[in-house]
């Protein structure tokens, strides 16, 4: 294993000469806010040595620099709303660098259709001043209230309208980046098209701060669409309900959002908020959002996806009240996690699979002892599941869990599918990354690292460690 | 410079041993077959020492080992319709091994909306299966009737549905590639989204081939639109037909191709094909195709973009015969070039800034001596020039040459342009690689070359130099 210089009075003078005593911080309960993120499975998590809060790309650079010179790690950090220890310090130690005092939205241009901002912006923030502009960002997860748009490249968050705009790649036109050596640089352009050396921006994005400190972003906005519609569809099994997914495609339907809540989370969320949600006793829900160029066009396309969910068997199918019903799935995590630990699942298979998987990764949990509530980002093949402990015991809670996930993610890739679909891999999915990745496609990726970041510095340990 | 061994008779011998007696090319007069592509610029061109054909994925990775082994360099090649010497051999030498023979399309999945083909199926071919099917695929290079779907991945092809649909990059779910030390491995997945590990496969696509061997892709389909409506909006001025670049889409209507053809391009077709078109004495078009939900939509659709063409200063706007405008279009190359020889340039920059632009260069063909005829993939910013050489001498021709594209990349920058939207850049545009893009950048696509193929076996030289 390697390792890594202890920070010591000396680096945090360098550090305070490089961005301000106020701005390094480290009193322990200080620390303590930066050795977490909203995930539930901690143990690998370390206290960061230190934290540092740069204003600027200038600034970043010497921190980097200053890193490799002593050899201390670096771990890159935005809002801290991951779910996988991505953002953490680790086994190896070392200091975080907290993009949060850099959120300025540089430019929003509804001439061109783009912005540029920082990445310390908060999504939601972006998606606001976009809109105020009459212009969709289109990127949104949703944790969008309080993660940065930093944090959602770096782990190419998806999110709700990825089955019709992408994951948060797709919005990127370009990144500004430090390297792991301390350079600056930008990669991609304000470009539809390129065929100009290597897109090394498409595998920084999603790469979870392992290959450079992504510091600004240029995003694509899109006109706002005339009219939204918001469909609810309740079914009596989870089975019909996701049968949707292939369905509406091969009727032409293009859907902005396809989402699907279990009778389950539905309740858990009802409990929750004390809201009363429709057909909670036994319903399941896709929620459809499905943009028209005007209303005549929603008229018609709500006819047909009225007809088409009944087909399916739909027992309801109602106009949704488009606040309430967004409120309710937003919520989940944070209403199922209410209730007690749970473990959750971040699976992605092709969308056509989707039903089958939830029938088995079921089956697996009727033979292993462990309950779920499950949603799933439907259109896209994404499916989170709370798995829930029940007030098992930390041993017969791991144990039942392991030999869970054992089965689940065999299931996973027999489908062709992977361990995360929008979550990313951090420190807490490392294990089963090394299981189900391939050793060819695992030693490109490590190979990829140790190019750039030779001495390992910036953000090891996470999606992989470097030798084993 | 790296030198590489000399193909001799152990080599052939170890090549036949792979692939077959019949599949190892070495005589001269079928040498030259592959010593060039349809680009015009071939000085730095040599002929390959051997071309080979392997049939399966297998055979590729042997080829690969055996190349290792003995320290040649393996130049991929699919149809050679490239332009800029990116499939032939260069100062160092090598074999070509072609993808021709790996020509199957192994799935056409109409339930699920997907293709799998080997790497030397010719896209037309695909795009006429999938159509059977009722699908589309999306990817529409103007060599789509000859060109490889393989080669498409390796160059980021673009063409005439990129507006809507994006690049090869925006159509490949995965990719089977052989590396540059002979291992296969899947790169992808048959996923709307994944943040399992590092995005490889979207930076070995249009990495010309240097990165791996792409001998299977699985691309996305799409149900093909019910109706598409061809537009053909004729305009005195290049500037004002360029303006719809930024006005259909603030005015919210999604194109899937807007093309640009100036009036000297329209002459060179009407000469060429001695088909006569609509206002070829002064015209410059604007070819704009839809997609549409069905004809009410598409009728509403006509209205207003004839409105906006006219407040534009179209002076006729026609309801065009697709396939007369569409042939016109495609074979706008071979018509230029069979005047005579063409310098043939691929700019792209942000679409609000291809008019202006469109004015520098031509300005700047006025001050270095230069015409050019033009047509652009003007929805993506996209624009290719054919420069005419209009019987200079060498030394003449090359001078004013080497100044109108200093002066023109210069241009491109400024704007935040590349050198190349969809050929690459081979061998012919490596100096303008070298020149205008940030060393930082380089180093990091060198870093990830030398990291993936220590021993530059795998078409080197190619992009750029691993040295300088």
Known sequence: MQTYTVVN?????????????????????????????????????????????????????????????????????????GLEGGAVANKYGGIILSTERMNAVLEINDECLYARVEAGVITADLQRMAAAKGLLYAGDPCSGDSCFIGGNAATNAGGNRA?????????VYAVKMVTPKGEIVELGGR???????????KVVIGAEGTLGIITEVTVRLVPLPPVSVHILSVFSSAQEALSLVTV?????????????????????????????????????????????????????ICMQVDEICRTCGATDVFMADADKIWRARKIFSEASGAEGPVAMEDFVVPPDCIAELLQEVQNIGERTGLCFRGVSHAGDGNIHLDILRNGLTDAEWERRLAEYEKEAYTAVYAKGGKISGEHGIGTVRKGFMLTYTDPVELELMRALKKAWDPDLILNPGKIFDIDG
Request: charged share 30%; aromatic share 6%.
């Open 163 to 171: 089955v019709k705009y992408g994951t948060t790649r797709d919005q």
């Open 9 to 81: 009075e000396n680096i945090i003078k360098d550090l305070v000469a490089i961005v301000g005593n106020k701005y390094v911080l480290t009193e322990k309960d200080r620390l303590v806010l930066y050795g977490q993120d909203e995930g539930a499975e901690r143990k690998a998590y370390r206290l960061p040595e230190a934290v540092v809060l740069p204003a600027t790309t200038e600034e970043v650079a010497a921190v980097m620099q200053m890193a490799v010179k002593y050899h201390i790690a670096v771990i890159p950090r935005g809002a801290g709303t």
């Open 248 to 300: 509406l495609p091969k009727n032409r339907i293009e859907t902005t959002c396809l989402e699907f809540m279990d009778n389950e989370s539905i309740r858990a969320v009802e409990r929750f908020t004390g809201e009363r949600q429709v057909a909670s006793e036994k319903g399941n829900y896709m929620i459809i959002q499905i943009d028209c160029r005007n209303e005549d066009e929603a008229d018609a």
């Open 191 to 201: 470009l539809k098209k390129s065929s100009t050396g290597y897109a090394l921006e």
